[in-house]
């Protein structure tokens, strides 16, 4: 027989992550199920983006705010299931649920926050012949590092949000920076596009990446070969290393809720309330996947959804129970890690 939880959380990114720790205070037995190996969700993809929207935070790096996440999320030791996908969810006849994972196994909970963000994503590929032999050696979909671009001319491929606001990440760190976007026009934010115009960027528009040269026959980019749509003209430029940020290929992560009418027809979002119900009983939502009036997609509002779809779940499994939590200085949870973290701090 599988063991009964409270609440089983799937996704474990900031929502996800924001869940397990407020159900954990509410005193629920917490399950959380994330399909990458490590918790963080998408902010993980940027380690070295610095963050500056969250209130009382200072400006924090991407590693460093998803180990504070972390650590915040395993405050009540929920159980914890990485590298499981879940495939399938139903219903029980007593309104418990039954999960369905790739690995065979059967988790049981009276409650469901889905916290999946923008499903499992991977970053779009370049389509160039022989790309993927750069791949992590000057070709790269993510940042590891910025270190590894000091002093090096890179070129930036995209015109979206995450290809600008790394390109003016750059243009202290690199030596010349280059960005090439197929459209004519950047979509990105206003304000951090006019600041790369300011500065000493290249900007190559209407233009698209159509080969990749070798250094002496070795996986390191030395030209890329860009095409001008337009004028169909080419041109070889020199380079250190290529940042590709063409957006993301999603998964379709809600496919094993299909059998549950979650969401509205044609539509990723699932249409929610604003206390993060969906039109399941006993399964709630919080973060990037939902939809409704007043919204916020940034990280605040994935954490304000993570409470109210706690507080929704505390109540759909419990009715009489208390709407909200105590706050935490107040809370008798507290007490004890609060005389211990006081402890500590006089000793210093």
């Not at 390191?220 to 337009?230: C, E, W």
Request: hydrophobic share 40%.
């Amino acid at each position: 027989m599988t063991e009964m939880f409270d609440v089983t959380i799937i996704g474990g990114g900031p929502a996800g992550l924001y869940s397990a720790f407020y159900s954990g205070l509410r005193g629920m037995k917490t399950k959380l199920i994330e399909s990458q190996r490590k918790l963080g969700g998408k902010v993980l993809l940027y380690p070295e983006k610095m963050i500056w929207d969250v209130g009382g935070q200072p400006p924090v790096p991407g590693h460093t705010f998803v180990k504070q996440l972390v650590d915040q999320a395993l405050t009540f030791e929920p159980t914890v299931c990485l590298d499981t996908k879940v495939e399938y969810v139903e219903k029980t006849a007593d309104k418990h649920f039954l999960i369905t994972t790739n690995h065979g196994e059967i988790h049981e909970t009276k409650s469901i926050i889905l916290a999946v963000g923008g499903g499992i994503i991977h970053p779009k590929r370049l389509d160039c012949p022989g790309a993927e032999k750069f791949e992590g050696e000057t070709l790269h979909y993510t940042v590891p590092s910025l270190k590894l671009f000091y002093q090096k001319t890179v070129v930036v491929s995209g015109g979206g949000n995450g290809a600008i606001d790394w390109a003016v990440e750059l243009l202290d760190i690199a030596k010349h920076v280059i960005v090439v976007y197929r459209q004519g026009d950047f979509p990105a934010h206003e304000a951090q596009v006019e600041l790369l115009r300011k500065r000493n960027a290249t900007i190559l528009l209407n233009s698209t990446i159509e080969t990749l040269i070798p250094h002496n026959h070795r996986n390191k980019i030395k030209q890329v070969v860009v095409k001008n749509v337009v004028s169909e003209e080419t041109n070889a430029i020199d380079t250190d290393h290529l940042i590709v940020s063409h957006g993301f290929d999603r998964e379709d992560s809600l496919q094993f809720a299909s059998s549950i009418q979650l969401r509205k027809k044609d539509e990723y979002f699932y249409e929610a309330s604003p206390t993060c119900s969906t039109s399941e009983p006993g399964i709630f939502a919080a973060g990037d996947i939902i939809n409704y009036d007043g919204k916020v997609y940034l990280l605040v509002g994935a954490f304000q959804d993570a409470i109210n779809a706690v507080n929704s779940a505390k109540q759909y499994i419990d009715p009489l129970a208390e709407k909200i939590a105590m706050v935490s200085s107040h809370n008798e949870k507290f007490r004890e890690k609060n005389k211990q973290l006081l402890e500590t701090e006089l000793k210093l």
